[in-house]
Every structure is written in structure tokens, then in C-alpha cells.
């Protein structure tokens, strides 16, 4: 049990940790709320949409919306079994009381609706006196507003964007924000609604029985998407934790998958690695496509394909090939990235990013993927129509054209492109997946050019990719250096797990990348990244080392690789990107990329323990 204080681990009471944050969401977008009750991320109405909420990044100026107890109070955190409602539970010296934070689920319609935050506050037992400060800053605190009271409804006016406040508790202001203290006895309860409006939608109150329908309808809504799950194996809590927060992660409109719900959470406090994971990856979507359809849910993965039909065109013939490694959650291609000076950044991390100038990288191992996903969809889910094979066939012909060029590879480096191994081995994989395809359904493709270029990588990679110094598969063609994502070539099954060649691999990696079964993605004082300081280890690289002991045979480490990972997990079994050499959460919060490695890793590591 914690206090209900800030404290991010530097020093600086104004920030609690990452990791001290649960999510809530409505598939458009997501708010982060503290063990302390502070809801201090939440971007409205849309995942890449300009911050309301945003003292994680900025206590000053951000902006936060603030309940919880008027004295000392312990917390405790947890989400309403198998639903995204967080329920944040607060133990004083007179009585326990909880907050209960939600989304509610609108449908598939985009437009002309209501984006609704739901805080619906509880006393349990005793007496509990609580204090409620809500204090937007629109537009990352660039934007001023207005606020009016009207009818005891709180109304905040800003250029871009206008909220309306209702509470059943009355409501006071002090310049622009509003604020309101109440004492509830045990079975009472007070109900704040946060509405975005503006043209049609107008000021609409939330009473209790409102509330309370909202709350069931909201937890039949989880309910009912989880009961689609077909797995039963050993963490089940874990890896339904996992989906549900996946599914947190698309926008139902499109279909597009974000890599993350922030921007600019640091790599590393104090440094410059902040980034905007707001955005659809490619690489990140495609493999969150594998763990959903593994999982039995083949709808989002559905939903993924129309977002990649509608806005993937293999004719754009743009300088960074036909693919984009990112897109905007509409499927835009202009994300120009840009510095916020107004923002600190969290625990004085700054810049603050937004946009990703990534996004003009070449990534060449997102071809495969895309194939890849494309082909598990085609083969578990619904066959592809004819014109989506031709898109498959422009792909795989143009990866048959330019695989041998050096990029930018899997990390996004910017020092510079190099011939890395793993692009390599993604292009592989997008050529052999449309073969598969092809000879599977017996589709039209020009197999012989395919199976050429396909071989032709192949005995490049084992060629120019393997390192008879290191006795192991190495990050770029002629260099030395390991790299944690040649983990994916037993997975991609590429190779043998069971070969001399990747056992030898696996155990060069073991000795210098992987810490208490933490697995650094590379070390960036061998191979510079073009970028200044260190970074924690990473997740999902973690994960995929489970999964490739597990394929190895080597099933009791794995077991045991997988349990510590596990207890790297924040109180909700949340992940950011990385982990500490504290064991503290880096990064942006939470990622998809290491949620949908732990599903994989649960499922191969279960089925070899049978």
C-alpha cells in the first residue's frame, strides 16, 4: 500500500513515477491516472489530438484534474476484473473511499459524438472528506481558456476546443479552473463528468443513476470483447491484462493501432531520447495483429486490414519506398515533428515532442511485418479479396527490387543507415510469406523472380550477417556488434532454433546483452545511435528472448526469464517501453510493442510446458 504522494524518483515530489499510473479509454483515446488520483494525461478527442491533461510532462503547466482525499491518505489501484474501469482506492484515518474512472464505449460512429471521462467517487466505509481540482491546459499549455459557470456547470473555452464540467457536488471556481470539496458517509457518492462539446453535442448532467448506468454498460462492454479470448493457459490474468490494453491502443474509426498513448516520457530522465509514440507503426500494428489473432479476436485484426487497404498504397513511390514506417491514426502521412519549449518534460526531461521525424525513415523490415500479418490474417482469419493481393504482389516485388539497401533498421537510429541484419531478415520474411500465399490459394505471382530474391537474402544473411569472430548473427553486415533483434530469426523461422549456428547466437547474446533476464536492445557505446546517453533495457526484446529459449528447448530458463519479467510489471501489469538498472519503468507508457511480446511469449512458453 503507497502513500498517496508525488514522488518521481529523482527527488522531484511534483512527478510520480510511470509507472504509478493506470489507463482508462473509450478507443479514441486514453487518460493515465494516478495511484494518488490525479488524472495527468488525457488528449481529447483523439489519441494524437493536443493535450488537456499533461502534468506528467509538465507539473506547472500542464494541466491535471485532481481528486482525492483532503488529508494523508494510502492508495491502492486496481481495474474492475476483466474491464479497462480503474478503480483507485483511498484508506484515511476516518474512512476508505474510491474514485471509479471511466470511458464509456460510444460504438464505431466517429463523428458527432460525445467523448466522455466519467469519475464517479465512493465512501465505503466511515466518513472520507475529498477535494476535486480540475485545471485544464489546452493544447499542451500553449492555448489560454476561458471558464463561466452556467447553470453550475463548469464550461472551459478554448480557441481549439470546449469542455463542460458537471458534478453532483457543488462546483467553485478560481480563475481558470474549478474546484470543489465535499464530505461523503459511508454509501454516499459524488459523480464528476467531463463532456467535450460544441456543435451538436451540448452540456449534458451526469446524476447518479446515470452514472451508474454508464458504469455497468461500460463493464458489459470489456466484459463482452474479453469473452472472445480463447486463451486458458497459466497467466491467463497477465496476458488478458495484455489484450485488454492492446485493445486500449486502437482507434475504432480506422482500425489504426498506436504504438503508445504519450509523447516524450523519457528513455532515460534527463536525457534527449523523447519521442511521440502516438502514431500507427507499421511494425508495431502488424505484430499486434499476430497476438490479437492468437489470442481469437479477429476483429481488430480485421479492422487493421481496412486501415492498411485504405490508407497503405504501394503506388505512392515515395523516396522511402511504398510504405511509410508510420502513419497518423487517419492514415495522414505529414507528421513534421516539432519541440513544445513550454513543457519542462517529465522530471525536467526535456524536449517535449511532438510529431516523428521517423517517419521519413527507410525501415526496410516493415515489409515484413506487414506480409507477415497480412499472410496470418489471410491463413487464421479471412481470406484477402483479389485486390488486396495485388497490393501484396506490388510489395513483394518492390522488396524484391530494393532489399539490398542499407536503412535506418528496427530502432530508428539516427547515426546514419547501415546494412542491418534485421532488415535483412524482414525482407526475407515478406518474400517467403507471399510465396506461401501464393501456393496456398494458388494465387498469380511471379514465383520464380520470388524464390530467387528470397534465396539470394538467405545466403546473404548467413554469408555477410554472421560473424566468425563473435560466433554469432551480428547487428549489420561486417560489423561485430550484437543486436537483440536477430531474437526474431527462430521466430520468423528463418532458422532452426536448434541450429549450432543460432545456439551460439543465443549464447553471445545471454552473456553480453541480457541482465537478470533483462535484454538491452544493443549497446550504443559499440554501435552509435546518432543520439546522446543511455537507455534502460527492453522490453519486448525481453520477451522475445523467453520466447526463443523456449524454441531452443531451453523451457525451465524461459519459465524462469518469463516469471522475472513479470515482476517488472507496474501494480495493473502495465509496461513502458523499458526498465531501469533500478527496475523502474522508462519510457513511454504503456507500449503496445511489449504487451503483444508478452502474449506471444505466454502462448509458446505454455504450450511447451504443455
Known sequence: MAEASRDGGSGDPRYLPIAEHGLIGDLRSVALVGTDGTMDWYCCPAFDAPSVFAAILDAERGGAFRLSPAGPAKTKQFYFPDTNVLITRFFTEDGVGEVQDFMPIRGERAEAERHRLIRRVVCVRGSVVFRARVAPRFDFGAQPHT?????????????GLTLALTATVPLETDGPDAWSEFKLAEGESAVFALDQVGGEVAPRRCPRMEAEEEFQTTVAYWRRWLSQSRYRGRWREMVHRSALTLKLLTYAPTGAIVAAPTTSLPEQPGGERNWDYRYVWVRDAAFCVYALLRLGFSGEAESFMDFVTRHVSPGDGRASGPLQIMYGIDGRTDLTERELPQLAGHQGSAPVRVGNAAAEQLQLDVYGALLDSIYLYDKWARPISSAQWDDVCALVDWVCAHWDQPDEGIWETRGGRKNFLYSRLMCWVAIERGIRMAI?????????????????????????????????????????????????????????????????????????????????????????????????????????YVEAM??????????LAFEKMLTYANHLGLYAEEISHTGDQQGNFPQAFTHLALISAAFHLDRALG
Open 550 to 559: 523456449v524454441h531452443a528447448g531451453r523451457v525451465d530458463e524461459a519459465r
Open 147 to 159: 471558464l463561466r459557470m452556467d447553470d453550475g456547470v463548469a464550461v472551459f473555452a478554448s480557441a
Open 440 to 544: 496456398r490459394r494458388g494465387l498469380p505471382a511471379d514465383l520464380i523472380h520470388w524464390r530467387e530474391a528470397r534465396d539470394t537474402i538467405y545466403r546473404r544473411i548467413h554469408s555477410r550477417g554472421w560473424s566468425a569472430k563473435r560466433q554469432a548473427f551480428v547487428q549489420y553486415e561486417g560489423g561485430e556488434v550484437l543486436d537483440a533483434a536477430v531474437l526474431m530469426m527462430p521466430l520468423t523461422k528463418f532458422i532452426a532454433p536448434t541450429n549450432p549456428k543460432w545456439l551460439s547466437t543465443l549464447d553471445a547474446l545471454t552473456e553480453e546483452l541480457v541482465s537478470d533476464s533483462l535484454v538491452y536492445r544493443y549497446d550504443p557505446q559499440a554501435s552509435p545511435d546518432g543520439l546522446r546517453g543511455d537507455e534502460g533495457t527492453f522490453s519486448i526484446c525481453s520477451f522475445w
